[in-house]
């Protein structure tokens, strides 16, 4: 087969980190090439290379494309050969039409008029050919996160892709958008096009890669071809990682104790829709020394409940009573809601958790600035202090607390957020998917973050979309599905099948319930 792409030894220096270390990655015509790493590892570094965005001359190392060395000075010289990176966060206008999005800075124009007859024609047959059914006039901001990833995907094909990049375009999508995406990249491939996927799913790197290269510390470890059987979740994760994990999930000795926290009759409107309850009386409790998770869909209201909880920063005409360590607790407000015993981490830590211009001791104390202040006045040792401490409890891999946030990796992210509000000492504390996004590795520390809290007496909520990270980490799980909680299940009952089958089970109820009163 073909070579398309072959990067040679490349090698990137930032002040004081060499993030890339003699590298080499090869790329066949007509593969779909995955790259695994740690989150830090280089991978994004990599790419960045690749597209242009570090222009050569700026890194050591030879790029090979369709057999010509490669001197990208920018993006559009990258995608002028046919290299298209679609990034995590996807780069759409939200109020821009599909249309528009799709061809934004490479209109179709005569006379330097844009021809609407000819971008809306091409626009059809770009969306036909992901599987997009809607309108090409219709708004990017009224579609889902899945079908945003697909017009991403349009555009790039606009572009007449050689290369098509894709970093972790799954991580914020449900399962059927998932497997439709990889769907898409299977019938892309068998159409020609070449894929490189980076991707923390390695359930999904298994599905459609043909080959795996591997980089761990900057370096490259190692490079699997699936169709010789050398691809296995073991494999790579021992590659990633540099050991074997014996156990995806660490070992607790399960000890629940006395109900911390209890929660009664909790609803909740949608603030733009308040006509019904989206939040439906949900009722539930948390002990000592537990984990519970809570399960379901995306759009089952679980983000929403957990933050119309956390001082009201969700919904309208919210009701409902709580109760933490036996007092009625006022979480009527953020602040308050604080200072009652409740934290609640967002999914979301970029746009709501963190302020990523500033540095790591700026935002561990965000949250509880009375706790390094005196006389309403911060002291900026007493800060330093704390943020130095919590680097070194929640094992922050980075030089020093200056740090901005932005530089660091998403897993390093993720522990700085968990660090912010830790430091309010929370007697409840609610992770929402708080391993997206990052590595395996970094995963099992974010579990064994969990496992402490639980064995210091705390009370520990976690959402997640991962059904096998729920089963493995939880005490009870609670199904939740069209805004209210449909089960409740032990660690020793639970199982993917009973938890779908829950889910199921409550939208056949609704829809029964929809007909009847449409018939009166």
């Given at each position: 087969?073909t070579?398309?792409?072959?990067?040679?030894?490349i090698?990137k220096t930032f002040?004081?980190v060499?993030?890339?270390?003699n590298?080499?990655?090869?790329v066949r015509?007509?593969?779909?090439?995955a790259?695994?790493g740690e989150n830090?590892?280089?991978?994004?570094?990599l790419?960045k290379v690749?597209?242009g965005?570090?222009?050569?001359?700026?890194?050591?190392g030879?790029?090979l494309?369709?057999?010509?060395e490669a001197?990208f000075?920018?993006i559009?010289?990258?995608?002028a050969?046919g290299?298209?990176i679609?990034h995590?966060?996807l780069a759409?206008?939200?109020?821009?039409?599909?249309a528009?999005?799709?061809?934004l800075g490479?209109e179709?124009?005569k006379?330097g008029?844009i021809?609407?007859?000819?971008t809306?024609r091409?626009t059809?047959?770009?969306l036909a050919?992901?599987?997009?059914?809607e309108?090409?006039?219709k708004?990017?901001?009224d579609l889902?996160v899945g079908k945003q990833?697909?017009?991403e995907?349009?555009?790039?094909l606009?572009?007449?892709?050689r290369?098509?990049?894709?970093?972790?375009?799954?991580?914020?999508?449900q399962?059927?958008?998932s497997?439709k995406l990889?769907?898409l990249?299977l019938?892309?491939?068998?159409?020609?096009?070449t894929?490189i996927?980076?991707?923390?799913?390695?359930?999904?790197?298994?599905r459609?890669a043909?080959?795996?290269?591997v980089?761990?510390?900057?370096?490259?470890?190692s490079?699997?071809?699936?169709?010789a059987?050398?691809?296995s979740?073991?494999r790579i994760?021992?590659d990633m990682?540099?050991r074997?994990?014996a156990?995806r999930?660490?070992?607790r000795v399960r000890?629940?104790?006395?109900?911390?926290?209890?929660?009664?009759?909790?609803s909740a409107?949608?603030?733009?829709?308040m006509?019904?309850?989206?939040?439906?009386n949900i009722?539930f409790n948390v002990?000592?020394?537990?984990i519970?998770?809570?399960?379901?869909l995306?759009?089952?209201?679980?983000t929403?409940?957990?933050m119309?909880?956390?001082?009201?920063s969700?919904g309208?005409d919210i009701?409902g009573r709580v109760?933490?360590g036996g007092?009625?607790?006022?979480?009527?407000?953020v602040?308050k809601?604080i200072?009652?015993?409740?934290a609640y981490v967002?999914?979301?830590?970029?746009?709501?958790?963190?302020i990523?211009?500033?540095?790591?001791v700026t935002?561990?104390?965000l949250a509880n600035?009375a706790g390094?202040?005196k006389?309403?006045v911060?002291?900026?040792a007493t800060?330093?202090k704390v943020?130095?401490?919590y680097?070194a409890?929640m094992?922050i891999?980075t030089?020093?607390v200056?740090?901005?946030?932005?530089?660091l990796?998403?897993g390093?992210q993720?522990?700085?957020?968990?660090?912010k509000?830790?430091f309010?000492e929370?007697?409840v504390?609610?992770?929402d998917?708080?391993t997206?996004?990052i590595?395996v590795?970094?995963?099992f520390e974010?579990?064994?973050?969990?496992n402490k809290?639980a064995?210091?007496?705390?009370g520990?909520?976690?959402?997640?979309?991962?059904?096998?990270?729920?089963?493995?980490?939880?005490?009870?799980i609670?199904v939740m599905?069209?805004?209210?909680?449909?089960?409740?299940l032990t660690a020793?009952?639970a199982?993917?099948?009973k938890i779908?089958?829950l889910?199921?089970?409550?939208?056949?109820?609704l829809e029964?319930?929809?007909?009847?009163a449409a018939h009166?």
């Amino acid at each position: 087969m073909t070579v398309l792409l072959e990067m040679q030894g490349i090698s990137k220096t930032f002040p004081g980190v060499r993030a890339l270390d003699n590298v080499t990655v090869q790329v066949r015509e007509g593969e779909i090439h995955a790259i695994c790493g740690e989150n830090g590892a280089g991978k994004s570094t990599l790419m960045k290379v690749l597209s242009g965005v570090y222009p050569h001359g700026s890194y050591e190392g030879t790029i090979l494309f369709a057999g010509q060395e490669a001197r990208f000075r920018g993006i559009h010289d990258s995608e002028a050969a046919g290299i298209v990176i679609i990034h995590q966060e996807l780069a759409l206008v939200p109020l821009l039409s599909i249309a528009e999005n799709i061809f934004l800075g490479n209109e179709r124009a005569k006379g330097g008029v844009i021809d609407w007859r000819e971008t809306y024609r091409r626009t059809e047959a770009l969306l036909a050919k992901v599987g997009l059914t809607e309108a090409p006039t219709k708004p990017v901001g009224d579609l889902g996160v899945g079908k945003q990833q697909l017009v991403e995907i349009a555009k790039a094909l606009s572009k007449n892709v050689r290369l098509l990049i894709l970093d972790e375009p799954t991580a914020a999508l449900q399962e059927n958008d998932s497997q439709k995406l990889l769907n898409l990249l299977l019938e892309l491939k068998a159409q020609g096009v070449t894929s490189i996927i980076i991707s923390h799913k390695l359930n999904e790197v298994r599905r459609v890669a043909d080959r795996v290269t591997v980089i761990r510390d900057g370096s490259t470890v190692s490079t699997l071809d699936a169709h010789a059987g050398q691809v296995s979740e073991e494999r790579i994760i021992r590659d990633m990682v540099g050991r074997d994990l014996a156990h995806r999930y660490p070992e607790r000795v399960r000890n629940p104790r006395e109900v911390l926290m209890e929660v009664s009759g909790w609803s909740a409107k949608h603030p733009e829709h308040m006509d019904r309850d989206f939040i439906r009386n949900i009722g539930f409790n948390v002990r000592k020394g537990e984990i519970v998770g809570i399960a379901g869909l995306m759009g089952s209201g679980r983000t929403e409940f957990a933050m119309s909880l956390f001082g009201r920063s969700w919904g309208k005409d919210i009701r409902g009573r709580v109760r933490l360590g036996g007092q009625e607790a006022d979480v009527s407000t953020v602040p308050k809601a604080i200072e009652a015993g409740l934290a609640y981490v967002t999914e979301d830590r970029k746009a709501l958790g963190l302020i990523l211009e500033e540095p790591i001791v700026t935002n561990i104390s965000l949250a509880n600035l009375a706790g390094v202040s005196k006389g309403g006045v911060l002291n900026d040792a007493t800060e330093q202090k704390v943020a130095t401490r919590y680097k070194a409890a929640m094992n922050i891999r980075t030089p020093n607390v200056f740090q901005k946030v932005m530089n660091l990796s998403g897993g390093n992210q993720q522990k700085v957020l968990l660090s912010k509000l830790l430091f309010t000492e929370p007697q409840v504390l609610i992770l929402d998917e708080p391993t997206r996004g990052i590595d395996v590795g970094a995963k099992f520390e974010i579990y064994g973050i969990m496992n402490k809290l639980a064995d210091e007496g705390r009370g520990v909520v976690m959402i997640s979309s991962e059904m096998p990270e729920l089963l493995g980490m939880c005490d009870r799980i609670y199904v939740m599905a069209e805004g209210a909680f449909v089960g409740e299940l032990t660690a020793a009952e639970a199982s993917q099948e009973k938890i779908m089958s829950l889910i199921v089970r409550e939208h056949e109820v609704l829809e029964h319930s929809e007909m009847e009163a449409a018939h009166g």
